[in-house]
C-alpha cells in the first residue's frame, strides 16, 4: 500500500477552476488506474474520473467535457483539472489506486481535499 495525499481543495465561484493533486508515497506504476473519488455528507464515495496504466481516461457522465484527470509516473503523482465547477460539485475529493473495479481500492483513504462551489 502507499499513502496517498490530495491536495488543491479550495472555495470558488460558479464556472471557476481547480486543479487537485494527489501525490503518492510510492510508485502508482502498479496500478491499472489511478481514480479521483468524492464524497459528500451521506453519500457514499463516487468515482468521477480514472485513469489507466497506459493513459486512457473515463469520466462520470457528469464531469464529462469539464474535468481533466492525468498521471505523472515519474512524480507518483496524479490530478484532476476541474473547469466550469458547478454548485453540485462540492464536495470533500480522494484519489486511489485500483486494479479492477472501482469500488475495491488498493490502498487506505487519506484525508481528501475539500471543493467548495459557491453559486
Known amino acids: 500500500q502507499v499513502h496517498l495525499v490530495e491536495s488543491g481543495g479550495d472555495l470558488v465561484q460558479a464556472g471557476g477552476s481547480l486543479r487537485l493533486s494527489c501525490a503518492a508515497s510510492g510508485s502508482i506504476l502498479s496500478a491499472n488506474f489511478m481514480g479521483w473519488y468524492r464524497q459528500v455528507p451521506g453519500k457514499q464515495r463516487e468515482l468521477v474520473a480514472a485513469?489507466?496504466?497506459?493513459?486512457?481516461?473515463n469520466y462520470e457522465d457528469s464531469v464529462k467535457g469539464r474535468f481533466t484527470i492525468s498521471r505523472d509516473n515519474a512524480k507518483n503523482t496524479v490530478y484532476l483539472q476541474m473547469n466550469s465547477l458547478k454548485p453540485e460539485d462540492t464536495a470533500v475529493y480522494y484519489c486511489?489506486?485500483?486494479?479492477?473495479?472501482?469500488?475495491?481500492?488498493?490502498?487506505?483513504w487519506g484525508q481528501g481535499t475539500q471543493v467548495t462551489v459557491s453559486s
Open positions: 485513469i489507466s496504466s497506459g493513459g486512457t481516461p
Open positions: 486511489n489506486s485500483f486494479q479492477f473495479s472501482w469500488r475495491k481500492v488498493d490502498n487506505g
